[in-house]
């Protein structure tokens, strides 16, 4: 018989959202006539928007037209690319330092690659499962250890407690020297954005300790805030030491279309100098041969003027529900952070369980949401709150929070 990959059993904490949809499962069950709403998971649930699902259209039937039939296209179209670059980035990139992809937690999972099995990892603590459990699976995390009830930790990784004591923005001094810094901002599940010199830091320290910084942005439209830096490409120096992550699925709606990017500067490089860029060009013609050319047409539709509309358009709409939840919960007392410049609202229920939270909300309100501990040890006592939902689902869980 063929051996089992060891690191697929290491892997623990990916049994979050089963573990959420057992529970959900359980529970209608038990209630038939329960109406039950999810805050729970990050899907987005509105349609996507009529100038970009043109775009999708135009896609589609180019690819049946002897003029607008393309094939493989490894690192993605070049007007989108170049679209990429002036939109997010002023220019700052030529189109062989951008990347499409399907989807950023797709490139995550495959940017493992680049560091092998011998990586040091940094993560905030909590943060999205992927870039532990994509660790885990490269072989860099090292087994599990259990410190607290319903959390733990992986040995080979260094978490970054964000909690309310530190304006959930990590002490950088924990950051092992030559590590891989997975930073999220937006950050899912907490909410909290980090500023420009908190970014500055961030950006200093990875270079004082020959750090790469895998910057997530996938929630960088959410952001209202002028002052708040939208890539980390805004801060000196960052071209040199971070490669960022971005995504259509959320701003568009394309979580279920596929279509994302990442940034990987030429500048940065290995301890051995050889170009990180020229490493991830290989893989993405070794293992990936790129996105779908309809996803793209929808997604440079998505980036011209009446795109960028649309992609304020909806983003607001689920700000208006982040508005909405962080109000009720606040209404109840609760300390809530998030909602305001991301659609994920973190609320703190002091001295509690997060799992035990969880049944509450699901009890009493008929609500999922998601246990903070699920994201790692410092969501103890936190519950995430997602913004993603039709308006009336939304109005309804806020009148039903009343009864917590
Ligand atoms: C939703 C999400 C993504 C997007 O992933 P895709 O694969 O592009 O759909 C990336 N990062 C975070 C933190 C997310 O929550």
Redesign the pocket.
């Known amino acids: 018989m063929i051996t089992r990959n060891l690191n697929m059993a290491n892997l623990k904490a990916g049994y979050l959202f089963p573990e959420i949809a057992k529970r959900r499962r359980e529970f209608a069950a038990a209630h038939p006539d329960a109406k039950i709403i999810s805050l729970g998971v ?1 899907n987005t649930t509105e349609p996507i928007l009529p100038h970009t699902n043109a775009g999708l259209v135009n896609g589609a039937q180019k690819l049946g037209t002897a003029q607008g039939y393309s094939g493989y296209q490894d690192e993605g179209i070049a007007r989108l690319r170049e679209k990429i670059s002036s939109v997010f980035y002023k220019d700052k990139f030529g189109i062989d330092e951008i990347f499409i992809s399907d ?4 490139d995550i999972g495959r940017l493992q690659i680049l560091f092998g099995s011998g990586a040091k990892i940094a993560v905030q603590d909590p943060s ?1 499962p992927v870039y532990v459990d994509g660790s885990v699976l490269a072989g860099a995390a090292g087994g599990w250890e259990e410190y607290a009830a319903n959390s733990g930790g992986y040995k080979g990784i260094t978490y970054l407690p964000c909690t309310a004591e530190n304006n959930f923005f990590p002490n950088l001094d924990l950051i092992p020297n030559n590590s891989v810094i997975y930073f ?1 901002s937006p950050n ?1 599940p907490t909410g909290a954005v980090a500023d420009r010199a908190q970014l500055t830091s961030l950006v200093n320290a990875a270079i004082s300790k020959g750090c790469l910084i895998v910057f ?1 942005a ?2 960088s439209e959410f952001i209202r805030d002028p002052n708040l830096p939208k890539t980390i490409y805004e801060i000196d120096k960052a071209q040199t030491c971070a490669i960022e ?1 971005n ?1 259509f ?2 701003p568009a709606g394309f ?1 279920g279309v ?1 279509l ?1 990017w990442s940034v990987v500067p030429k500048a940065i490089k290995y301890s051995t100098g050889e170009s990180v860029n020229a490493d991830w060009s290989r893989i993405a013609g070794t293992i990936f041969n790129g996105a779908s050319n309809i996803a793209q047409e929808g997604g440079l539709a998505s980036l011209d003027d009446d795109g960028i509309k649309e992609i304020r358009e909806l983003t607001d709409f689920y700000l208006g529900n982040a508005k909405l939840i962080r109000n009720a919960l606040t209404k109840k007392g609760l300390t809530c952070i998030g909602g305001e410049n991301s659609p994920y609202i973190w609320a703190k229920f002091p001295g509690r369980d997060s799992w035990e939270v969880f049944s509450e909300i699901l009890e009493k309100c008929h609500v999922v949401t998601t246990p903070g501990a699920g994201f790692g040890p410092a969501g103890q006592s936190f519950v995430r709150f997602s913004a993603f939902g039709h308006r009336a689902d939304v109005e309804e869980a806020c009148k039903r929070l009343e009864k917590l």
């Open positions: 990050g989807g950023a937690k797709c999205y999220c899912n997530d996938a929630y992550v995504s699925s959320k979580t596929r994302g």
